[in-house]
């Protein structure tokens, strides 16, 4: 597979990679691209709300969000881009997120986001490459826009013979992916979760789920509501420490780099946190510094109760009552979640944090054990071509 371009040859300084790797890489010839070389922009003429979502609609909708794909729910309506042979990819870029999101089934979009068409028929593999090339070249502006920086940026991609070099890239990438399983699959090992077989206290509380009462609390009467730390990002020093520096992103767990900072500064973990912009919430476990003076962070007041596991119920229950309510357009607040409530399961008319705690460990399995399924699977995928 060849390009019609001839970029210019450089010779790249490499940073840190895998070990195996980094020789293979200091040998490459380097072009520079623009995105256009590769990618068409597409036409959007229709923008989806979320009054649009089904909960049992067919067709995936994509927004700027950089979770779960990039897909914020289904809906009826349908599809404006359709996967054909023609087309059998296309990448949706989000304008405030810089994410990039390979959608594979026909799909409509909400705002804020750019449609691609690939050029030609590339793997997944070589879009990967392609994806994280493109987005290290695009300067982080926060959640401003993006897209009129990522459309002139240059970047670097190894070429041969003056063309694009997809074979270097392709056993690059699958190189990379065999590392990165066999440090997955002895990750699950040396921390003993190989085993996701449930409880029977587990079982009983995810087929009894249904069955949960649940009641209306005020979120002040539940949680100490407290604003964040303010730490502007044009005066951290990105990856100079190990505390986490946080975002409104859904990206990483809200997580942009990790920083060292004056000490006053840090918020103290183990709490739930909201970018007060976006409306991501979280369960930040570490103490953290904050990008953004709006940002919330809840700490339970029955202290005792406090764990990992009804943390992140907390986390989903608060997203279930309030994320129709508050968009970048119509933020999040200390002083409007005052008034707010969030629909708690209950128990003789109290907080059953035992359910709670409960619910989310027999998920937690179960999530672990499609983790363990794929990693079986993409071991076999990767021993056929060995």
């Known amino acids: 597979m060849g390009d019609r371009n001839n970029p210019k040859k450089t010779r790249r300084r490499v940073g840190k990679a895998i070990t195996p790797l980094n020789e293979k890489l200091k040998n490459v010839e380097w072009g520079k691209y623009k995105y256009d070389k590769l990618f068409k922009l597409c036409v959007v003429k229709n923008k989806l709300t979320k009054l649009d979502l089904e909960i049992d609609g067919k067709t995936p909708v994509y927004s700027s969000d950089s979770s779960n794909n990039g897909v914020i729910g289904f809906t009826h309506k349908v599809a404006d881009f359709l996967?054909?042979?023609?087309?059998?990819?296309?990448?949706?870029?989000g304008d405030h997120t810089i994410s990039f999101n390979i959608a594979t089934e026909s799909f409509c979009v909400m705002d804020n986001v750019k449609v691609l068409a690939v050029n030609s028929k590339l793997t997944i593999n070589e879009l990967l490459y392609i994806i994280a090339s493109w987005k290290k070249s695009i300067p982080n502006k926060g959640y401003a826009r993006h897209w009129s920086l990522a459309q002139k940026v240059l970047f670097h991609l190894p070429t041969k013979n003056g063309k694009i070099d997809f074979d270097f890239i392709e056993s690059f990438v699958s190189e990379i992916e065999n590392e990165q399983i066999l440090k997955l699959e002895n990750y699950l090992s040396d921390i003993g979760l190989w085993d996701s077989h449930l409880t029977e206290q587990e079982k009983a509380a995810l087929e009894g789920f249904d069955n949960l009462r649940f009641k209306d609390f005020n979120i002040t009467?539940?949680?100490?509501?407290?604003?964040?730390?303010?730490?502007?990002?044009?005066?951290?020093?990105?990856?100079?420490?190990?505390?986490p520096y946080l975002c409104a992103s859904a990206e990483n767990n809200g997580v942009s780099s990790y920083i060292s900072y004056d000490v006053n500064y840090i918020d103290k973990g183990d709490c739930?946190?909201?970018?007060g912009k976006t409306f991501v919430v979280s369960y930040q476990e570490k103490d953290f510094f904050s990008n953004d003076s709006h940002n919330l962070v809840l700490y339970l007041k029955e202290k005792e109760k406090k764990n990992k596991f009804n943390q992140l119920f907390f986390v989903s229950c608060i997203n279930k009552s309030l994320a129709h309510k508050y968009s970048w357009g119509y933020s999040i607040s200390n002083r409007k979640i005052q008034g707010d409530k969030v629909s708690l399961p209950i128990k003789d008319n109290k907080l059953d944090y035992e359910t709670m705690k409960t619910v989310i460990s027999a998920i937690h399995k179960l999530v672990i054990k499609d983790v363990v399924l794929y990693v079986e699977k993409k071991k076999k995928e990767l021993n056929k071509l060995t």
């Open 83 to 93: 996967i054909s042979e023609d087309n059998p990819i296309y990448i949706v870029f």
């Open 221 to 243: 009467e539940v949680f100490e509501v407290k604003n964040t730390g303010n730490i502007l990002s044009r005066d951290i020093i990105s990856n100079s420490g190990e505390t």
């Open 272 to 275: 739930v946190f909201i970018g």
